[in-house]
């Protein structure tokens, strides 16, 4: 009768212990489900953010910016000319339209039809020249194939680059260069404008440099700034490659033969 007792004690306690444990777990699982929930509503916050600034933002801030110079010329009796630039405007606005609706949507499926990467960049560079009078020298690969996701980060970084030039720099000349390296893009955009601080934290409404950093680390890449007063600035982007990121034309054609060579 003792043993009985003594082993029901022991189960009874051991039953105990199990009970506790299972509160704490339980009690960490929903802590972890809170915090993962809170994670997950500040992460589409900042999708949002940066889908709206690409979109809405920076639409309708390029056609301010084409509207301004149409007008210019326009006060310069050079009709023809802002002509062009009213039609591109028009064109921007159809654009900026889709794109908001797409990112209303979440409609992210790639266009069969895409230019290519240098077409996309070389377009974001001549509107960028039209509307601000900046001319930009352009280093391009011809031949470079990219996902569709890394091609979309690309756009909206060098978009949002260019478009600080326009607003901030007072720049006379602006370069954009974007290098294959090994397992790695180096994209590159820079101004002899008038520059500034890095260590000082910009002002309200300044989130362009923001959304570039955020991009460049959702892909697993990096953004290093060169700046100072009065001389110039220069963004340079580090995007990782490989695994489906990018490569040229003749590089699958060379892991094809090189997994040939392997198995013969």
Excluded at 109 to 125: F, R
Excluded at 145 to 171: D, M, Q, W, Y
């Amino acid at each position: 009768m003792i043993l009985f007792v003594a082993g029901y004690i022991v189960v009874y306690l051991h039953q105990l212990r199990i009970h506790a444990q299972l509160q704490v777990t339980y009690a960490r699982l929903k802590a972890s489900a809170t915090r993962i929930e809170e994670l997950t509503r500040a992460y589409e916050r900042q999708r949002l953010a940066r889908d709206l600034h690409d979109t809405l933002a920076q639409g309708l801030a390029g056609i301010v910016l084409q509207l301004e110079a149409a007008n210019i010329h326009l006060a310069h009796q050079r009709a023809a000319t802002a002509q062009t630039i009213v039609q591109q405007v028009v064109q921007s606005a159809r654009e900026a339209l889709i794109e908001a609706r797409g990112a209303i949507e979440d409609l992210r499926t790639p266009s069969t039809d895409a230019p290519g990467v240098a077409a996309s960049l070389q377009k974001e560079i001549d509107r960028f020249s039209a509307a601000s009078g900046i001319p930009c020298d352009a280093q391009l690969p011809q031949e470079l194939c990219i996902s569709p996701v890394l091609e979309k980060h690309l756009l909206s970084i060098v978009r949002e680059g260019l478009t600080n030039i326009t607003r901030h720099a007072r720049a006379r000349h602006a370069s954009l260069s974007l290098v294959p390296r090994s397992q790695m893009l180096l994209l590159e955009i820079g101004n002899d404008g008038i520059g500034f601080n890095p260590e000082v934290q910009p002002g309200s409404g300044h989130y362009g440099l923001i959304g570039i950093s955020e991009r460049a680390r959702l892909l697993g890449g990096s953004l290093t700034l060169y700046s100072a007063p009065g001389r110039g600035t220069r963004l340079q982007v580090f995007l990782p490659g490989g695994r489906g990121g990018w490569e040229t034309p003749g590089e699958s054609h060379n892991k094809e033969s090189e997994g040939k060579h392997l198995h013969e």
